[in-house]
């Protein structure tokens, strides 16, 4: 069993930026792929960014540029940095543990190969 714990969700003003991290709780094997996903109200879910246990990392097309995924291994924890934030950014991001296989082209966006889920941080962004 995995738990996932998000933070660093906040409220900013458009043109901040913001550090997300997901502490992982439990074994977690070597072969991996870990995701942010996100939900804005009224909208699916959608896919952020992936990267491998080797450090290959993915990102959604519309994401590349502001979005950067790592990770610190010996920490367990997964990070998201997110600059220039927009208010379209305002959503609940969620990270998500593959723990059975490598992130897999783009297979990971629609998150569901990932079977371990957080609860979420908010991020609100004003204009």
């Known amino acids: 069993q995995v738990l996932l714990v998000e933070s660093g969700g906040g409220s900013v003003q458009a043109g901040g930026s913001l550090r997300l991290s997901c502490a992982a709780f439990g074994y977690i094997p070597s072969t991996n792929c870990m995701g942010w996903f996100r939900q804005a109200p009224g909208k699916e879910r959608e896919g952020v960014a992936a990267i491998d246990s080797d450090g290959s990392t993915s990102y959604a097309d519309s994401m590349k540029g502001r979005f950067t995924i790592s990770q610190d291994n010996a920490k367990n924890t997964l990070y998201l940095q997110i600059n220039s934030l927009k208010p379209e950014d305002t959503a609940m991001y969620y990270c998500?543990?593959?723990?059975?296989?490598?992130?897999?082209?783009?297979?990971?966006?629609?998150?569901?190969?990932?079977?371990?889920w957080g609860q979420g941080t908010q991020v609100t962004v004003s204009s």
């Open positions: 998500a543990a593959n723990l059975a296989s490598y992130c897999s082209g783009g297979g990971w966006y629609e998150g569901r190969a990932f079977g371990y």
